[in-house]
C-alpha cells in the first residue's frame, strides 16, 4: 500500500512492503565528491552546506561546480524492484597525488542520496540503510552499513510532516521499520560459543543487539536464556535513549550431551516486566571439532570470539600455538576451518573485532594480542613455539603484527597479503612520503605505524615464509615480491613461494600450506636469557615500546621512527650500541648478578656504570644535550609505553562516553548527536559496546580504571572542570586556545588527548566552540583501521571545504605533556 506523498513537486513516493516496512521508490542524487580515507582529515561539501543551511536539494538545482567550470547539479533517481538505489561511478572522480585528497580510492560514499518521509505524526522507526557509508536523519549523524550486512537498526524518532535523510553512498537499500515496542532484542548479530560437549558449559555467554527507540534510557535489564530445560538470569547493561547496544549474558548449557543445534530462548525484562522476547539458536560440536569460545574484552568491557582449530587428540602442553589472522569479510571461525588440525599444536583465530574491522591494526591488533594472551593461558604451549600466519588483509595482518611485536614469534607466514595499508591504500601503489605541507607531513606521520616495510629490520630474528599465488589479481604478487627484496638484503633466513597460477584464494591450502608449516616446525623463539643482540624499530612507544630486555620509553619526536641496535657481552657486563629518536630508554637487568657492574656504550657517550641492586634490576637512561646519562624512572604523570597517545589510545581501556547537557539546546543535541553517533560506528565497526553517561552523572569514583571521552565543551559539559583544568587545550563558546594561541568563532573544532591523573589513563575530547564547530567533528575517521591522528588537532568546518587548509593546528604533546613549537604544525589564518 502507498503511503502519504512527500514533496509532491519532487514526486519523492514512498511504499509500504511487508510488516509495514517503508521503502522508497525515488529520490534525488548528486555528486558530492567526499573524500574519506585513512587519515584525519576528510572533506565533505554537502556536510557543509547542510551545517550552513546552503543545501537545496530540487531537481536541477546546482549543488557545486566542477574544477573545469562545469555543473553539478541535483538529479532524480529511481529504485530498482528490491528498493535499491544504485547511482553514480568513480571513474567520474580525478585521482590525485595527495593522500588527503584521494587516500586510496573515493570511498563508496563518494555520492549522496537524498529522500524524504512526511510522517502523519511523530513516531518512533528503526532506520536501516544497507550500502550506505553514513547518514543525516533530520541533521544528525548516524552510522551506515557500507558492507550490506543488514544489522544496523538505528532507532530515530521521526518528528511530525516532513524528514529530510542524506545518505553517502552509491549502491543503497534505504528502510524505516515503525516500531512495535520500545526495546527490541535483534537476532541478525549474535556473538556466541560453540557448546563444546565434555566441558564445562554451565556458564557460556552470548551477546546481541537491543534497540531502545523510547527517549529515556531503559535500566533495570535482565535477560533470561533458557535451553534444554536449564534457564540463567543475567543482568545487562542500561540502553540509552533512541539508541542500540550489544549486550551479553549468560546461558547454562550443561543439559546438552549431543551434537547438535538447540533453540534458546530469550525474554528480556525490564524490573519484573516483560518487553520482548526472541530466540536464538546455539550450536554443540564433538570434542576435536572447530570451535568458537567467547571472552570479555579489555578494550571496551564488551563480549568478543575467537575460533580454535584444535590439536589432534587433544590439548598437549608445551606444544606448538599457531595464531591465524583472517582476510576482509572473513569471520574467525571459517578461517580456523580452513585448517586440518594438526599434531603439534593448537591454531587459533582472532577475530579482528570484525570481518573487516580494523585491517589488524588498531584494535584489531589489541584484539589479536588479547587473543594470544587468552590462547597461552588456556593451552599453555611451548613458549619457543609460537607462530603467526594469516591470508590476504591477514597476510597485512601477519606483516603488521610480526613487525610491531617480533619478540613474540618463532615464524611468521603471510600468505597473499600486502606489507603497508600505506602502499595498498593508494591509488597509484605508493603513497609519497611528502605532502604539500607541514600540517599535511604531521598528520601523515602519526600514520607511521601503518608503513611496515620501515619497520623490516625487525624482521631479523624471526623465520619468514611468504607465500602468493603468481596469478593474484586482488593483492597482486608484487606486494610479496616487494618484501621479498626487502627482506633479501639483510635477512639470512626467509622462504619464499609463488604458487603457479594460484589466485587470490586457491583453496584451503592458500593458508593451510604443508610446507609453512614444516618451515614453521624447525623454527623455535629463544628466551630472553639467549638474546643478546637486539635490533628493533618502531613508530610510538604506545604501539609497541619493548624488544626483549630493551624497552624504548619515550621518543624524542612522538610517532617518527625509534630504533635500538645494542648488543649485551653478560661475561664482560657491558652492554653497547646505537639508538636513533629515543629520549628515554629502560633495560632490564635480569640476567646479570645482584652486586654486577655494568658499563654501558650508547653512541658516543663516554661509559656509564651502573651496579645492579637486586636479580629483577632495571636501569633508566636519558638523552640529554651532552650524550646518555643514568637517571631515575621518570614520573608516573610523563608520557609512558602505558599511556603515550595519540588521540586514538583514548578509545582504549573502557572508555566511557561522557555527554555535555550545560548547554544550550542545540549545543546538547548537537554533543548527544555525536557521542552516539560514535556509539553507532564503534558496534559497526568493532563489534563494540560503550557506556553513555550525562555530564551531571560522572563522578570519578564511578569509572575508576577507565578512560573518558567527553563530548562537549567547558561551558556545556560539567565534567570539563574536573578532567581538563590543567589541559593547555581550552574550549569554550566562541573560543578556542592552545597556550598563547586563540582562535574565536562558533565554528571551531577540536579531538585532542589529556592525560588523566592515574597513569595508564586518558581523556579523549571531542569539543566544539558552537554547533556548527560541534558538526564540523562529526565525522569519526579516527575508528578508521590504520588511521593516523596525532595527540591534538584544532581545525574549522571550513575544512570540509577546504581539506587541510582548514587545519589550524596540529601535533603531540612533548614528554611531560606541555605544548612544543617543535612538535607541532599549523596554516595561517
Known amino acids: 500500500m502507498k503511503t502519504r506523498g512527500v514533496l509532491s513537486l519532487l514526486l519523492l513516493a514512498q511504499t509500504m512492503v511487508a510488516q509495514d516496512t517503508i521503502r522508497f521508490e525515488k529520490a534525488l542524487a548528486v555528486q558530492s565528491g567526499s573524500r574519506y580515507g585513512r ?10 552546506q547542510l551545517f550552513n543551511g546552503q543545501l537545496q536539494p530540487r531537481a536541477g538545482n546546482l549543488f557545486n561546480k566542477t574544477g573545469n567550470g562545469d555543473s553539478i547539479i541535483w538529479r532524480p533517481v529511481t529504485a530498482d524492484e528490491g528498493g535499491r538505489f544504485r547511482v553514480f561511478s568513480r571513474r567520474n572522480f580525478q585521482r590525485s597525488n595527495n593522500p588527503f585528497l584521494n587516500p ?3 570511498d563508496r560514499g563518494a555520492d549522496y ?40 537498526h538505528i532507532p530515530v524518532l521521526l518528528k511530525k510532516g516532513l524528514n529530510e535523510i542524506y545518505i553517502r553512498g552509491a549502491n543503497v537499500l534505504p528502510e524505516l521499520i515503525p516500531v512495535q515496542q520500545a526495546l527490541h532484542l535483534h537476532t541478525d548479530d549474535v556473538t556466541a560459543p560453540h557448546i563444546v560437549l565434555n566441558k564445562n558449559n554451565s556458564r557460556l555467554k552470548v551477546a546481541l543487539v537491543v534497540s531502545n527507540a523510547s527517549a529515556g534510557a531503559a535500566a533495570d ?6 535451553i534444554k530445560g536449564k534457564a540463567l538470569t543475567s543482568a545487562v547493561a542500561a540502553i540509552p535513549g533512541l539508541a542500540t ?8 548449557g550443561s543439559a546438552i550431551n549431543q551434537k547438535g543445534k538447540y533453540d534458546c530462548k530469550l525474554v528480556l525484562k525490564r524490573g519484573n516486566q516483560t518487553v520482548h522476547s526472541a530466540t536464538i539458536t546455539l550450536e554443540a560440536v564433538l570434542p576435536g571439532e572447530h570451535y568458537s569460545s567467547t571472552f570479555v574484552s579489555c578494550i571496551d568491557g564488551s563480549l568478543q570470539y575467537y575460533a580454535v582449530t584444535p590439536q589432534v587428540q587433544g590439548n598437549k602442553e608445551s606444544q606448538a600455538l599457531f595464531l591465524s589472522v583472517h582476510g576482509a569479510g572473513v569471520e574467525a571461525i571459517g578461517q580456523a576451518r580452513a585448517y586440518q588440525p594438526k599434531d603439534w599444536g593448537n591454531l587459533v583465530a582472532a577475530t579482528n573485532r570484525r570481518p573487516r574491522g580494523f585491517n589488524w591494526e588498531d584494535w584489531g591488533r589489541l584484539d589479536a594480542m588479547e587473543v594470544l594472551k587468552i590462547a597461552k593461558d588456556s593451552f599453555k604451549p611451548d613458549p619457543s613455539r609460537i607462530y603467526l600466519t594469516g591470508h590476504s588483509m591477514g597476510g597485512h595482518g601477519t606483516w603488521f603484527l610480526g613487525a610491531t611485536y617480533p619478540d613474540q614469534w618463532a615464524a611468521i607466514g603471510p600468505a597473499a597479503g600486502y606489507a603497508s595499508l600505506k602502499d595498498y591504500g593508494s591509488a597509484d601503489g605508493r603513497i609519497p612520503d611528502s605532502a604539500r605541507s607541514e600540517v599535511e607531513r604531521l598528520l601523515l606521520r602519526s600514520g607511521n605505524q601503518s608503513d611496515v616495510p620501515k619497520l623490516a629490520a625487525n624482521y631479523q630474528p624471526l623465520g619468514v615464509y611468504i607465500l602468493h599465488g603468481d596469478s593474484d589479481r586482488v593483492v597482486p604478487v608484487t606486494y610479496a615480491r616487494q618484501m621479498r627484496e626487502v627482506l633479501g638484503t639483510f635477512h639470512k633466513d626467509f622462504s619464499y613461494y609463488e604458487y603457479p597460477g594460484g589466485e587470490h584464494w586457491f583453496g584451503d591450502q592458500s593458508v593451510d600450506w604443508p610446507p609453512m608449516f614444516d618451515y614453521f616446525k624447525w623454527h623455535r623463539r629463544l628466551p630472553d636469557s639467549l638474546t643478546n643482540t637486539i635490533d628493533f624499530t618502531t613508530s610510538s612507544p604506545g604501539i609497541s615500546a619493548s624488544y626483549r630486555w630493551a624497552t624504548i620509553y619515550q621518543q624524542l619526536h612522538p610517532l617518527q621512527f625509534s630504533r635500538i641496535q645494542l648488543h649485551r657481552n653478560r661475561p664482560a657486563a ?3 650500541g646505537n639508538t636513533q629518536n629515543v629520549a628515554l630508554l629502560k633495560l632490564s637487568l635480569d640476567d646479570f648478578q645482584p652486586g654486577t657492574t655494568i658499563n654501558i656504550r650508547l653512541d658516543s657517550t663516554p661509559s656509564l656504570s651502573y651496579t645492579t641492586l637486586s636479580s629483577k634490576d632495571s636501569v633508566y637512561l636519558i638523552k640529554t644535550h651532552s650524550g646518555w646519562a643514568l637517571t631515575k624512572p621518570p614520573a608516573a604523570a610523563s608520557k609512558n609505553p602505558l599511556r603515550y597517545g595519540t588521540f586514538k589510545e583514548a578509545f582504549n581501556k573502557r572508555m566511557v562516553f561522557v555527554v555535555g547537557t550545560r548547554g544550550t539546546a542545540a549545543e546538547n543535541q548537537a554533543n548527544r548527536d555525536k557521542a552516539i553517533y560514535d556509539a553507532e560506528s564503534w558496534y559497526y565497526r568493532g563489534n563494540g559496546a560503550v557506556d553513555i553517561v550525562n555530564d551531571t552523572e560522572y563522578q570519578p569514583t564511578r569509572y575508576t580504571g577507565r578512560n573518558i571521552i567527553i563530548y562537549g565543551n567547558a561551558d556545556n559539559n560539567s565534567a570539563w572542570k574536573i578532567l581538563l583544568s590543567e589541559s593547555p587545550v581550552q574550549v569554550k563558546r566562541n573560543q578556542l586556545s592552545a597556550g598563547d594561541k586563540k582562535w574565536t568563532g562558533d565554528n571551531l573544532a577540536t579531538y585532542f588527548v589529556w592525560p588523566q591523573k592515574d597513569p595508564a589513563l586518558l581523556v579523549g575530547v571531542i569539543a566544539g566552540t558552537g554547533v556548527k564547530g560541534m558538526k564540523a567533528a562529526y565525522a569519526n575517521q579516527y575508528f578508521a583501521g590504520g588511521s593516523g591522528f596525532p595527540d591534538f588537532m584544532i581545525f574549522s568546518d571550513q575544512m570540509l571545504k577546504d581539506g587541510a587548509a582548514g587545519v589550524k593546528l596540529a601535533g603531540f604533546f ?5 605544548l612544543s613549537n617543535e612538535q ?3 596554516t595561517a589564518d
Request: aromatic share 12%; hydrophobic share 45%.
Open 39 to 48: 587519515e584525519a582529515i576528510y572533506t565533505d561539501l554537502l556536510s557543509y
Open 245 to 252: 547496544r550489544k549486550i551479553f549474558f549468560e546461558v547454562d
Open 221 to 226: 535489564l535482565s535477560v533470561t536464556a533458557a
Open 113 to 152: 542520496l537524498y529522500i524524504t518521509y512526511d510522517a502523519p505524526q511523530q513516531q518512533a522507526v528503526l532506520l536501516r540503510i544497507q550500502g550506505s557509508a553514513g547518514l543525516y536523519i533530520n541533521g544528525a549523524p548516524h552510522m551506515g552499513d557500507p558492507y550490506s550486512v543488514g544489522y544496523m
Open 574 to 576: 657491558i652492554i653497547s
Open 824 to 826: 607541532m604544525a599549523g
Open 104 to 106: 586510496g580510492a573515493v
Open 814 to 818: 612533548d614528554n611531560s605533556w606541555r
